[in-house]
């Protein structure tokens, strides 16, 4: 092929795509901001690359250590390159996506949240709360809205987040809004 035998050309692809792979890896941020690639799930440039870095390392493997001929080792990699691509992409960069959005949030997200007092606070200064949230548990200082004294664990609502601190209310379970 092109001049080589079989096993070099798949040889020097496999270096080139593992580099590539390798080196968009560390970079991926940066060239996606600077190339402004559309976000595809089936067709990013991570898949591609490990796509032909899996099906060059198979095909070289096989041109080496087996006698089979090269339309079937070409097919069989192909194959083989497609399904490790599938359960890269299924079982690593999906599960990788959901992970990163999950964890951030915004202080105002915060807002209209129920919390849980674990310092008290005083009428007018600071406590501490405690917030649940499907990532984790958030501690944030926190004021009264009413400089009212707000004892340890009672239930609070956040009314406002500014600069880190929230200002809170008492809960009151039988009002409805």
Do not use: C, W
């Amino acid at each position: 092929m092109f001049g080589y035998p079989t096993e070099t050309v798949y040889l020097f692809v496999l270096i080139i795509s593992g580099s590539l792979t390798f080196f968009y890896i560390l970079l991926s941020d940066v060239l996606d901001g600077i190339l402004h690639v559309p976000d595809h799930p089936l067709f990013s440039l991570q898949l591609i690359f490990s796509f032909f870095t899996v099906f060059s390392a198979g095909g070289y493997l096989f041109e080496k250590y087996t006698s089979m001929p090269s339309s079937a080792i070409g097919f069989l990699s192909a194959g083989i390159a497609f399904i490790v691509v599938l359960l890269l992409h299924f079982f690593v960069f999906i599960p990788l996506r959901s992970a990163e959005a999950s964890l951030h949030y915004n202080e105002t997200d915060l807002e209209g949240s129920v919390a849980k007092v674990i310092v008290p606070v005083p009428t007018d200064g600071f406590g501490e709360i405690l917030i649940e949230r499907t990532s984790g548990a958030i501690a944030k200082p926190a004021k009264s809205l009413q400089n009212e004294e707000i004892a340890s664990g009672t239930e609070v609502i956040i009314i406002k987040m500014e600069s880190g601190v929230a200002t809170v209310a008492k809960r009151d379970p039988y009002y409805l809004s």
